[in-house]
Nanobody, 122 residues
Framework: QVQLVESGGGSVQAGGSLRLSCAAS????????MHWYRQVPGKEREWVAS???????NYAAFVQGRFIISRDDAKNTGSLQLNNLRPEDTAVYYC????????????????WGRGTQVTVSS
């Protein structure tokens, strides 16, 4: 089994920055694509950014160059740097990753963290 734990959330004023982390642990044979999502209570969870095992990155249009996704393969961790935050960025941010958990079967599952709160005030 694989577990994901997010950290780094907090409260900042508009224009501020935060750095979110996603740590994978457990029986991680190979950590593949990683994604960040965010969700406001009562609304649909929306995709924010992704990074592949080969370090190719993609971002949602609303990011507008403000966020940077990265990963440290030696530590099985991912990060999302949030810059120039706006009140509308307020949400719970979730990490999602695809991981191979068995050396024998080479099976890949997807995993979710429990989220970290980001609050941006004006």
């Amino acid at each position: 089994q694989v577990q994901l734990v997010e950290s780094g959330g907090g409260s900042v004023q508009a224009g501020g920055s935060l750095r979110l982390s996603c740590a994978a642990s457990g029986t991680v044979v190979q950590l593949n694509d990683m994604h960040w999502y965010r969700q406001v209570p009562g609304k649909e969870r929306e995709w924010v950014a992704s990074i592949t095992r080969d370090h190719n990155t993609n971002y949602a249009a609303f990011v507008q160059g403000r966020f940077i996704i990265s990963r440290d393969d030696a530590k099985n961790t991912g990060s999302l740097q949030l810059n120039n935050l706006r009140p509308e960025d307020t949400a719970v941010y979730y990490c999602k990753a695809f991981a191979i958990w068995s050396t024998i079967s080479r099976r890949e599952n997807d995993y979710w963290g429990r989220g970290t709160q980001v609050t941006v005030s004006s």
